[in-house]
């Protein structure tokens, strides 16, 4: 057993959102359930999600994982400012990473957050459409001011 290991009933509690009512659970909930019960006690794994492909940091934004969310928005914008790589094949591959691993990697945030006593997580719309905003404009800014 895993050092920072849960329960159903504790993982359910941490991702249950506002539309969770009762017994009935909207359909990403019963999504991560499933996950749940299919890759408790892996600490890797590898399952495909679409919304954490299309939208990486957004999707982390989202489920409230800040630091990893925020990590991946600066990677972007660091790699479309220097340039460093060509920037549509870097930022496809770090999406189809996420896409991959991203559900690990939420897996991996809830137990952390849990063990540590944090009850619930819920999603965070607000946020995700700030950052949304801001992400837009700073790359208007960017094209506008870097391209001749």
Do not use: C
């Not at 945030?109 to 459409?129: E, N, Q």
């Amino acid at each position: 057993m895993l050092k920072n290991e849960i329960t159903k009933e504790q993982f359910l509690t941490f991702i249950r959102g506002k539309s969770d009512v009762g017994d009935e659970l909207s359909s990403s909930t019963k999504f991560y359930l499933d996950l749940f019960d299919q890759y408790n006690g892996f600490t890797r794994f590898a399952s495909w999600n679409w919304v954490a492909f299309f939208f990486p940091p957004f999707w982390m934004l989202y489920r409230r994982m800040y630091l990893y969310g925020f990590s991946v928005l600066a990677l972007f914008t660091l790699i479309e400012l220097l340039r460093l790589l060509e920037v549509a094949a870097a930022n496809l591959s770090i999406s189809i990473l996420i896409g991959i691993f991203g559900n690990a990697i939420y897996f991996y945030h809830t137990r952390t957050k849990v063990t540590l006593g944090k009850v619930s997580s819920g999603k965070d719309p607000i946020t995700m459409w700030l950052v949304l905003i801001v992400w837009i404009v700073s790359f208007a800014f960017i094209g506008f001011y870097l391209n001749p």
